[in-house]
């Protein structure tokens, strides 16, 4: 249940949001390139002013992190975009100067008390506070955390900066479909590679296994070539963040929409429905990184369709 706007219980954790961005960046034709504009109008009253702006038809979203602290452990899931990194192809991302870091500190956490950062994918805005810029140098910001994160997403990402194409670097056995896109230049390099060079990367399976005591990396790969979300579990109840599966309550009502940067489409769309599915079956609290409006919600079924109602 939320203590406040922003804060939330489950079992013996607490559950903040930190935020970065608040945005109205995208309409229904950019975001969710080739759909029907149906899709949305067949849901249009369901959405606030706080998730669609009524007069431009623009999806308002958010970019943040969540902190998660248990009894043994204070952990960011996902690290948002990152000030001062070089994303020229989303302008609304390129360098930034938010007080991402003020905002930690005011939920009474500094950079060297964060022990683990989980990544649910490589992509720009879940890994920049990765890193920060210390003279001329990307360097760790949380010097004294476990980074953990898919070692086939780190595979990937490092043969792309090196090069590779896509297909050279995805394993042919994991029945992705094509890939219709490929991951920013620079993220890996800027936000990635710093952190193992410093010694901070525990890279994982993400096979379902617990990474951290209750906290688990779940597969939904699609968005990115190893999607993972993160499952938490305490005293019986259940968190989900849920990534990049979906970036707008929309998907929860019209699961076959896929994003414009969903890399691997078809697998997208498996994984959405899987996530749906998990969720209204666990009652898990879904926590999303792209929600607007409380950021945090549950998801309901009656028959094949899907509801969301925020916390």
């Known amino acids: 249940m939320a203590t406040d706007t922003r804060t939330y219980r489950i079992g013996d954790a607490t559950i903040t949001r930190i935020d970065e961005l608040a945005l109205a960046a995208f309409q229904f ?17 369901r959405f606030g002013p706080g998730s669609l702006d009524p007069g ?32 020229p192809d989303v302008p609304a991302l390129h360098r930034l100067n938010e007080p991402f870091l003020a905002r930690l500190a005011a939920a009474g956490v500094a950079p060297e008390e ?12 879940h890994v920049g506070w990765n890193t920060r810029l210390v003279d001329g140098r990307w360097v760790p910001t949380f010097p004294n955390a476990t980074y953990v994160f898919s070692r086939i997403e780190q595979s990937y990402g490092e043969s792309l900066a090196d090069g590779a194409e ?23 390099d800027d936000s990635v590679r710093p952190v193992i060079e410093a010694g901070l990367a525990r890279l994982v399976e993400v096979d379902g296994s617990e990474v951290l005591e209750g906290l688990s990396f779940i597969p939904t790969p ?15 109840e259940q968190a989900l963040f849920a ?6 309550p929309l998907q929860v009502y019209e699961p076959s929409l896929n994003s414009c940067f969903c890399e691997f489409p078809e697998a997208a769309v498996r994984s959405r429905a899987r996530v ?11 926590f999303t990184t792209h929600f607007a409006e409380s950021s945090a919600g549950r998801i309901s079924r ?3 369709r899907f509801a969301w109602q925020f916390l």
Request: charged letters at 25%.
């Open 114 to 125: 964060v022990d683990h950062v989980l990544l649910t994918h490589i992509h720009a805005d």
């Open 166 to 188: 896509p297909a050279d670097a995805v394993r042919s056995d994991r029945a992705l479909g094509p890939a219709v896109r490929r991951p920013f230049d620079r993220v890996y």
């Open 222 to 236: 699609g968005h990115s070539v190893d999607h993972a979300s993160i499952r938490l579990v305490s005293r019986g």
């Open 56 to 87: 431009t038809g623009t999806f308002v979203q958010s970019v943040h992190s969540w902190l998660v602290r248990t009894p043994h452990h204070t952990i960011l899931i996902d690290t948002a975009t990152g000030n001062d990194k070089l994303r």
């Open 29 to 45: 034709g950019m975001l969710y390139p080739g759909a029907d504009p149906e899709a949305l109008e067949r849901h249009r009253e």
């Open 243 to 248: 990534g990049d599966v979906m970036h707008h």
């Open 302 to 304: 009656n028959g094949e």
């Open 276 to 286: 749906l599915e998990d969720a209204a079956e666990s009652g898990a609290t879904v």
